[in-house]
Every structure is written in C-alpha cells, then in structure tokens.
C-alpha cells in the first residue's frame, strides 16, 4: 500500500500549484484522504482533508479559500490546488489516508505519502 505524491516546486507569492497523489496497492475508496505540511523548524500540520468516495471537504483557517482538495476515484489519487501561495506555505507536503477522517485531521493517519517540497518565495 503506497501513497506517491507529486507536483510541489519553486514560485513566487501569488501563484498556484497542483499537487497530486496517487494511490496503489489497494483502492482508497473507503478511505478518506488528505493532505498535511511540515515547515522548517516546525511540526506537522494539517491543511485539507476529503471524504470517503469524494464529497466533503475540510480546511485548515490557514488556507481556507484558496486551497482546494478534490478526488478522482477512477485513479485512486487526490489533489491539491493551492492559488494564492504565500511564503509562509512553504513546507513538505504530505498526502495521507485513513479509513476515518479525523485521524487525518490530527495528522495520524493510517497511511502517509513521501513528501513533496513546496517552496514559495516573496
């Protein structure tokens, strides 16, 4: 069972980038999925969380509107689009899987994805 996160890079303030992570092993359909980051210096925290079999979704304050996490269950895999990046975003991004979504939400999944670096600078 394997979460591959892809997509992070470098860009400056205000510009967007898609993060995607794909499911394999198993199907996650029963499995809510989402996404948390570690900063530098700092602990893990969450950012976006969606439902089992898509449909709900919840934010951290930190990027609620302009962030937005979705799922494709055709491809198992769930994605971040982040718009209006800010410096303060820059973290290694983590895609994440539990059958319960709060598990997701204090960053204890069943599951982790290998990180993807986002950089944003001012």
């Known amino acids: 069972v394997q979460l591959q996160a892809s997509g992070g890079g470098l860009v400056q303030a205000g510009d967007s980038l898609r993060l995607s992570c794909a499911g394999s092993?198993?199907?996650?359909?029963?499995?809510?999925m989402g996404w948390s980051r570690q900063a530098p210096g700092k602990e893990r925290e969450f950012v976006a969380v969606?439902?089992?079999?898509?449909?709900?979704?919840y934010y951290a304050d930190s990027v609620k509107g302009r962030f937005t996490i979705s799922r494709d269950l055709a491809k198992n895999t769930v994605y971040l689009q982040m718009d209006s990046l800010k410096p303060e975003d820059t973290a290694v991004y983590y895609c994440?899987?539990?059958?319960?979504?709060?598990?997701?939400?204090?960053?204890?999944?069943?599951?982790w994805g290998q990180g993807t670096l986002v950089t944003v600078s001012s």
């Open positions: 994440a899987a539990d059958p319960v979504l709060h598990q997701i939400v204090v960053v204890t999944p069943e599951v």
């Open positions: 092993g198993r199907t996650f359909d029963n499995y809510a």
């Open positions: 969606i439902k089992r079999r898509g449909g709900s979704t």
